[in-house]
């Protein structure tokens, strides 16, 4: 299935596939996402063998043919000359191929921040309030969700929430999405700008 990032679905087999689809709409980085995009020829034991690889991406830096894996399933003597097979065909085309395992995918709460982001993604906001949010935020440098929504009393708070976390989808606001759930608590600062 061909998909470009945008709203149309993106298949995948296994909740691990899932987050690593979620992990790369959220990174914006890349242009198309394709499933299963060819079957890679190989030799194993003496005998022909077939690969699939689980996604292509698509970005300004290339291509990059993606296995996702559990990690205790990466050093499996077979998985290995699928791997060999798949980075041989990557190096002739001059793309990128990489294992992506839950340590890349999941790292602390980023999957369960991802989706509290991503409940807001079509959320039709005002664009006023939330550029002037964002001005106001810029003005502080770093502040704590909590600190920001006090200085704007005027904009229901379940209103002002869905705005912060569709600029931190959107990447115009950055947080800590690894090492700390969402919450009012949270120290929200502009891309670039170190949090206090």
Known sequence: MNTKMNNDAVYSESLLERDFVRLVKFERKVSKIEYQPLKIEYVCGGKNRGYTPDYRLDSEDGTCI?????????????????????????????????????????????????????????????????????????????????????????????????????????????ADLINQQLSLNSIICSPGIQPK
């Open 66 to 174: 993606v296995e996702v894996k559990r990690e205790s399933e990466v050093a499996k003597e077979e998985n290995q000359y699928k791997f060999t097979a798949a980075q041989k065909l990557c190096d002739s085309k001059g793309w990128q191929f990489r294992v992506y395992t839950e340590r890349d995918i999941r790292p602390g709460y980023f999957q369960k921040n991802l989706m509290k982001l991503f409940r807001v993604e079509n959320l039709e906001l005002p664009q006023l309030e939330m550029r002037i949010i964002l001005e106001h935020l810029r003005s502080l440098g770093s502040c704590s969700i909590q600190a920001l929504m006090s200085d704007f009393r005027m904009i229901p708070n379940s209103m002002f929430i869905a705005c912060i976390y569709k600029l931190i989808l959107q990447q115009e606001i950055s």
